[in-house]
């Protein structure tokens, strides 16, 4: 998370720059907020966490029924993307047509 906020405070600086009317109170809550999670007490714990989660690895176990709602779910965007797609092209045949 704080390489997420320094990358974000470098975007967010870049932009400062270029409109310098911003002023710097992004970069500025962006710092505060990585010194916040820099002192957190619970940042020592994440690595020891870390190790023993990929220590322990414990079996998944897979809901039939969230997998057969994933699945229609992937049906169901595919079909529709597939829909956009036939009326994008019925469109743009209709403007080289008419146009």
């Known amino acids: 998370m704080i390489d997420a906020l320094h990358e974000l405070k470098n975007n967010i600086a870049r932009v400062e720059q270029s409109h310098p009317y911003l002023g710097n109170d992004l970069s500025s809550t962006c710092d505060r907020a990585i010194s ?12 020891e966490a870390a190790e023993i ?9 897979i809901n039939p029924l969230s997998l057969a709602i994933d699945k229609t779910g992937d049906f169901i965007i595919g079909g529709l993307d597939k829909m956009g797609d036939g009326i994008i092209f019925i469109f743009r045949k209709i403007s080289r047509v008419s146009g």
Request: charged letters at 20%.
């Open 53 to 61: 989660i990929k220590a322990s690895p414990q079996p998944t176990r």
């Open 36 to 47: 916040a999670l820099q002192d957190s007490p619970f940042r020592q714990y994440s690595a």
